[in-house]
């Protein structure tokens, strides 16, 4: 390992397991919330902005110019579940589970069973207050793919000052 991936403040945890970003390209645990931008079945232009606050697991679903989801009413709806499958793939079953506090009495988690214990739990739907930063997140990520590919440091990603001085 480098001296500069040594001095690095942030961690990369690798996926749990490889997977594929057009249905999902977008997904995160930050801010209290699974949180992320799925993609439009019926549109290719439209995307929906998806999330699901820990504890409480008070859900929000809306395009991204704030139009609510369909599917999204008094449960969630299909892009609310394949956020949750997408987490899964990308974090583990175990870390959402327990990110959440959707951790099932019985067994072995799975997306599958995070979904249904969160549903049975009757969750309120939520304010769609955090769609536009979520949105904004996933724009910022798609920029960095349309860079060249480059070893140099991008000075969007250089956060902290140096911890030590150079000559």
Not at 30 to 39: H, N, Y
Not at 42 to 62: L, N
Not at 117 to 142: E, I, N
Not at 146 to 158: F, H, K, R, S
Request: net charge positive; proline share 8%.
């Amino acid at each position: 390992m480098s001296d500069w991936e040594r001095s690095s403040t942030a961690r990369v945890t690798t996926p749990a397991r490889p997977r594929k970003l057009a249905k999902v390209p977008f997904v995160e645990l930050a801010d209290g919330r699974l949180q992320g931008v799925v993609s439009s079945g019926s549109d290719i232009g439209r995307v929906y902005v998806s999330s699901v606050v820990a504890a409480t697991y008070a859900f929000a679903c809306s395009t991204n110019n704030n139009r609510p989801c369909g599917g999204a009413r008094g449960s969630f709806c299909n892009h609310i579940r394949a956020l949750i499958n997408e987490a899964v793939l990308q974090y583990g079953a175990e870390r959402v589970a327990r990110y959440l506090k959707a951790e099932p009495a019985d067994g072995e988690p799975s997306a599958q069973t995070i979904a249904n214990d969160m549903s049975a739990a009757r969750p309120p739907q939520g304010d769609t207050k955090a769609a536009a930063p979520v949105f904004s997140r996933f724009l910022r990520h798609l920029a960095y793919l349309e860079l060249a590919p480059t070893t140099a440091p991008l000075p969007e990603m250089q956060w902290f000052p140096p911890t030590r001085a150079v000559a």
